[in-house]
Nanobody
Framework: QVPLVESGGGLVQSGGSLRLSCKAS????????IGWFRQAPGKEREGVSC????????YYADSVKGRFTISKSKSRNTVYLQMDNLKPEDTAIYSC?????????????????WGQGTQVTVSS
């Protein structure tokens, strides 16, 4: 097992911003896919974004394109999700994983490691 730890969630108003972090320990992120997922009460978990290993591309759900940006810091062994112009419908628990959201085109090493999740709440 390798740890993945999310942080950065919180309560913000509509139009505000948050930056989520996914810190990996015990392995190097370089070759791994990292996906961001979210799940709201009463709804199924959905993919939000992913970033490829091997220097490959990134992908976003249509609902967050233009508002969210995924990035990676090799030196910090951390993947970030910058969330701007947040909307109430973004409210969910956000988790990072070495899995790929279904149908997304990110490439790299895939595992089934998950972080504990971090709560994002956006008020109107």
């Amino acid at each position: 097992q390798v740890p993945l730890v999310e942080s950065g969630g919180g309560l913000v108003q509509s139009g505000g911003s948050l930056r989520l972090s996914c810190k990996a320990s015990g392995f190097t992120l370089g070759d791994y896919v990292i996906g961001w997922f979210r799940q709201a009460p009463g709804k199924e978990r959905e993919g939000v974004s992913c970033i490829s290993g091997y220097g490959g591309g990134t992908y976003y759900a249509d609902s967050v394109k233009g508002r969210f940006t995924i990035s990676k810091s090799k030196s910090r062994n951390t993947v970030y999700l910058q969330m701007d112009n947040l909307k109430p419908e973004d409210t969910a628990i956000y988790s990072c994983s070495t899995d790929v959201p279904t149908g997304y085109g990110c490439v790299g090493v895939v595992r089934n490691y998950w972080g504990q999740g971090t709560q994002v709440t956006v008020s109107s």
